[in-house]
């Protein structure tokens, strides 16, 4: 968690949301990437989904079997289809978004009993952590925007620790 941390600050650094994630196999990193959507102007580029994308061609693989997942902040709907589709083996994140995520706080995507591929979860790991890096970038983001006078808009909600 702590190399997903290292990627959210990079995201950070170039005005991303700081969220940062992490492909494990057999205990080694096979892949890492931060938030880039803006920079890519593409929607999709989540943390997760670079991630699993770098991994999947790392392994020539779209079945990442025996992988996992490490992220700071639990993943959306987008991103968990991704990891259902990956046939990921564990997903281990952060800190809850309780207004988006999808591993049981605002949605429950991951282990769906319709789903046909059930995924291991484990929540809260350094979770004050990763919730104080995306709660302290959207205080200074609001604090900016106070002060110019205008308003920004499609900031993601960051939950309380």
Known sequence: MRRALREA????????????????????????AH?????????????????LRRAAKK???????GCDLYVTIEPCA???????????RRVVYGTPDPKAGA??????VL?????????EVVSGVLAQECAAILRDFFRRRRKQVSGAGCRVSGTI?????
């Open 59 to 65: 392994l020539a693989n779209y079945r990442l079997n």
């Open 9 to 32: 600050r990079r995201a950070e650094l170039q005005g991303e949301v700081p969220v940062g994630a992490v492909v494990v196999r057999d205990g080694k990193v096979i892949s890492r």
């Open 78 to 88: 987008m991103c968990a289809g991704a990891i259902i589709q990956a046939r990921l």
């Open 103 to 108: 591993c049981g706080s605002a949605l429950a």
């Open 111 to 119: 282990n769906h009993p319709k789903v046909n591929h059930q995924v």
């Open 157 to 161: 909600p960051v939950p309380s620790p």
């Open 35 to 51: 938030n880039r959507p803006l920079g890519l102007s593409d929607p999709s580029a989540h943390a997760e989904i670079l991630a």
